[in-house]
């Protein structure tokens, strides 16, 4: 890989990325007076309060959990934002509090039937009985190899496999088997039965007992002594396990745990020194982007902010030229993870308005995500050729992480919208829906829906479409809520929303029918949200009064709580379907977005004349 790829200093910052900071001179709004200036706003006002982004730090809320405990709402997390979409339109349209009964919370998926309790364990309590036999560990292992080895690295396959043939020669009390080992051991064969033995016949994925074994028999690390780096490794493969659960804050102590080890064996600078082996140094910079990438997934769905400072990071990447497409994957995984702590602090920080802070926020984020589009679509360019119609399994994660970037940075304008259009707030803010460089973003947000969907029906067709690993679940779960709000704002925005949405639950579909319990619940969710927005009665550019129309929605309503006539989304479409799109917005498209954006637009009022009232 050439070095200008990844520049001539080895210190990592982010500078290219930089985005409108704070002023220093702005105190952050409550969610008291943010609603209170939203109330005393009236339609015809000339001057008008900025626009406050409802997803932003300072409106943080909480929800009734399943137990009775409080459950924190995250700024960028999914999981909040489809909660705060379905409740905000279940109660516009039908008057009454959303039912948390059957709906789906994390940690509430699977019953692991284990409380977290641990007693002192030994290599005697592997149970090595329970364990599949060498051939189909081996096949187990290199399933995990194929659908996670060239992300993350979470074994080091040449150790992993000397410890792999001492077990199996001698047995779980050989002195020299780590006893780490054993537990990294049984995650990964958790990880690839629940990747090859895809059944719904249990309630839990397959191999779910390997891994609360692993769990239980894991050693306290506060005075465990073992391999630096495989002791993080271990905490990584429990981490994502966990998010594959849906259990996101769990997976998130985990995550953190790993992050704080490797801050304190100073993974995040340049390693350099007498006492350090060079295939030591490898080793750990690669376990450090890992762990970076990592973080900033799980903490981008949980909605809290990033763990590592990007500032304080000097750490190059891995000289490794025997595994340049692997280095090349992490480079881009990076540059997409360092666009995602932007987001959360430019988009979704403590300022939280959609005016020209926003919008020059915005348009930083968009040249920048257009920097990686272009050496995405060069060294992993998915757009199929006459000869070929298959899609790599990389590539498309690497476009859909790319693709989420975008819709994160634009759906609070999705969301602020649909508010208007439910009689939430004043019609106001459908006012700046006229602004070119609104209509630009949303337009831009509802591309990316369709481009990841079209990705995702490709994968399915393939049989490539991950039911375990949810980085497929939310990119579809992400784009299919963007679609339906999207419809329901402006019917033009998404002309093929009833064919991508069909298309949307078909994916659903397949993850349900390898195992997926997640899968089901939120498609029964969006199948929810779609049949409220089909009953959103329109006239016009204006909503008819909520309740004019909330009481023949209320006749509607099953006894499940449910509206009748909600659209069936079953699988009724064709593998050939085309939505006349290619898979990318090329990178002079989106430049162009960026460039074109005013960033003034939203600070100045419109007229009456200018948004046609």
Not at 25 to 49: I, K, M, N, Y
């Amino acid at each position: 890989m050439s070095p200008e790829m990844y520049g001539e200093t080895s210190c990592f910052t982010d500078d290219n990325l930089d985005t409108t900071r704070r002023s220093s001179g702005l105190a952050p709004a409550s969610p008291s007076s943010s609603r209170a200036a939203t109330a005393a706003q009236e339609p015809g006002d000339v001057a008008e309060a900025p626009l406050t982004n409802p997803l932003a730090f300072h409106t943080i809320d909480w929800v009734p959990g399943p137990h009775g405990a409080p459950v924190f709402m995250g700024t960028s997390s999914n999981w909040a934002f489809g909660r705060r979409v379905l409740t905000m339109t279940h109660e516009a349209i039908t008057g009454t509090p959303l039912q948390i009964d059957n709906l789906f919370f994390d940690g509430n998926v699977y019953d692991l039937k284990w409380d977290g309790g641990r007693s002192s364990c030994s290599r005697d309590d592997f149970c090595p009985s329970n364990l599949p036999t060498q051939d189909f560990a081996i096949y187990l292992i290199n399933s995990v190899k194929f659908r996670c080895g060239r992300l993350f690295y979470l074994f080091d396959e040449e150790n992993f496999m000397k410890q792999f043939a001492l077990f199996h020669e001698h047995g779980a009390n050989h002195p020299g088997l780590s006893r780490l080992w054993c537990v990294h051991y049984l995650i990964l064969l958790a990880f690839g039965k629940a990747f090859v033995v895809q059944t719904t016949r249990s309630q839990t994925p397959p191999g779910l007992d390997l891994f609360v074994h692993a769990m239980k028999i894991m050693p306290d690390f506060t005075f465990f002594e073992c391999d630096f780096v495989e002791k993080i490794q271990v905490l990584c493969c429990a981490a994502l396990y966990l998010q594959c659960l849906s259990c996101r804050t769990s997976a998130y102590r985990h995550i953190s745990q790993a992050v704080s080890l490797a801050l304190e064996g100073g993974m995040y600078t340049e390693m350099q020194g007498q006492y350090l082996d060079e295939a030591y140094v490898q080793k750990c910079r690669l376990m450090w982007w890992t762990l970076y990438v990592l973080e900033r997934h799980m903490s981008t769905l949980l909605g809290v902010p990033m763990f590592i400072n990007d500032e304080n990071i000097c750490t190059p990447f891995p000289a490794r030229p025997d595994q340049g497409q692997r280095t090349s994957v992490m480079h881009i995984q990076v540059k997409l993870a360092q666009i995602l702590g932007q987001i959360h602090r430019s988009v979704y920080g403590i300022d939280g308005q959609l005016d020209s802070r926003y919008l020059s926020a915005t348009k930083s984020l968009l040249q920048s995500i257009a920097n990686v589009a272009g050496q995405l679509n060069e060294l992993f360019d998915i757009d199929s050729s006459e000869n070929t119609s298959g899609v790599s399994r990389v590539s498309a994660h690497l476009h859909l992480q790319y693709h989420q970037c975008i819709v994160l940075t634009t759906r609070p304008l999705l969301f602020i919208f649909l508010q208007s259009r439910l009689g939430q707030s004043h019609t106001t803010p459908l006012r700046w829906a006229q602004s070119e460089s609104v209509k630009g973003l949303l337009q831009v947000c509802m591309e990316s829906c369709c481009q990841s969907i079209k990705i995702l029906s490709r994968l399915l067709n393939q049989g490539l479409l991950e039911s375990f690993l949810t980085f497929d679940l939310d990119a579809t779960f992400t784009a299919a809520i963007a679609i339906s709000m999207g419809a329901a704002i402006d019917p033009s925005l998404v002309p093929d929303h009833a064919q991508l949405t069909q298309r949307a639950h078909a994916l659903f579909d397949e993850m349900s029918s390898h195992g997926s319990k997640i899968a089901t619940m939120i498609a029964s969710e969006l199948k929810q949200l779609d049949g409220y927005l089909s009953h959103l009665q329109v006239d016009g550019a204006e909503i008819l009064p909520v309740q004019d129309f909330r009481s023949d929605v209320m006749a509607q309503m099953t006894p499940g709580g449910t509206l009748a006539g909600a659209p069936e989304l079953g699988m009724g479409f064709t593998d050939d379907i085309d939505f006349g799109l290619h898979f990318e917005l090329s990178t002079e498209q989106l430049m162009q977005l960026a460039n074109s954006l005013d960033v003034d637009s939203l600070s100045r009022p419109l007229s009456a004349d200018h948004h046609g009232t």
